[in-house]
Nanobody, 132 residues
Framework: VQLVESGGGSVQIGGSLILACTASGFTFDDSVIGWFRQAPGKQREGVACVSTYDDYHVYYTNSVKGRFTISSDSAKNMVYLRMNNLEPEDTAVYFC?????????????????????????WGQGTQVSVSS
């Protein structure tokens, strides 16, 4: 399994970025894939996740609802995170993650499952910096 993130960068408050995750090595269109982020001195937190088999079931952490949109493209084996109205609190390294053995829907359980560190795969991360 390989996950490669791209699209990070530096923006001003209120700006937008699109992160992309290119996935390989597993059955992409039968998975839940998502994004975590980790700010300096803070624990890694789940941001958003999506079911690639229908691109309909999605889940967001409360702090990004209405600002971030996650989507997947099974033809390209890619997952995107569109981030609008960015705030300084969004500054972090963003990681793409998945667990091919996870059998549930996108939601808090997926975040908890990946965060536990027992199973799952992670990308190398991409930096997002938001400044005033």
């Amino acid at each position: 399994v390989q996950l490669v993130e791209s699209g990070g960068g530096s923006v001003q408050i209120g700006g937008s970025l699109i992160l992309a995750c290119t996935a390989s090595g597993f059955t992409f269109d039968d998975s839940v894939i998502g994004w975590f982020r980790q700010a300096p001195g803070k624990q890694r937190e789940g941001v958003a996740c999506v079911s690639t088999y229908d691109d309909y079931h999605v889940y967001y952490t409360n702090s990004v609802k209405g600002r971030f949109t996650i989507s997947s493209d099974s033809a390209k084996n890619m997952v995107y995170l569109r981030m609008n109205n960015l705030e300084p609190e969004d500054t972090a390294v963003y990681f793409c993650a998945t667990d091919p053995l996870y059998a549930g829907y996108p939601g808090p359980m997926w975040f908890d499952s990946l965060a536990a560190g027992v199973a799952g795969y992670w990308g190398q991360g991409t930096q997002v910096s938001v400044s005033s």
